[in-house]
């Protein structure tokens, strides 16, 4: 049940992500008026325009999610452009698996930490 319960927040997370994607093709945003607001921001990830990219958009939905659930969210990447998403010495393993077998998704139970690690690939594209 944890195991469905982590897939669904992801999958969720996809959908969030397609749905911002969807609406971005319709210029349903103001785009104008986030680029204006955000050129009066210091960090460009507290602007309105940034939480209307995609990915961002799934980040935050997943992330919201997995505070309420007690799951821990990371975004682990090889070549990150955010040093936060460096892969930690215990996420190497599951990156290797995911990218070399293409594996669609990625469970364990860890006994010894008495953790479940649930993980997808996140393929980035233009939108």
Do not use: C, W
């Amino acid at each position: 049940m944890t195991r469905d319960g982590m897939r669904g927040t992801v999958l969720n997370a996809e959908n969030a992500r397609r749905s911002i994607s969807n609406m971005r093709r319709l210029q349903l945003f103001d785009d104008r008026r986030l680029k204006a607001d955000m050129l009066q921001q210091s960090d460009y990830k507290q602007t309105d325009i940034f939480r209307t990219v995609p990915i961002v958009a799934a980040f935050d939905a997943i992330a919201q999610v997995s505070s309420k659930e007690g799951y821990e969210f990371r975004v682990a990447a090889h070549q990150p452009r955010d040093a936060a998403n460096t892969p930690r010495e215990d996420e190497e393993p599951i990156l290797r698996q995911l990218e070399n077998d293409k594996t669609a998704e990625y469970f364990i139970v860890e006994d010894k930490t008495n953790e479940m690690v649930y993980a997808r690939p996140i393929e980035l594209t233009a939108d």
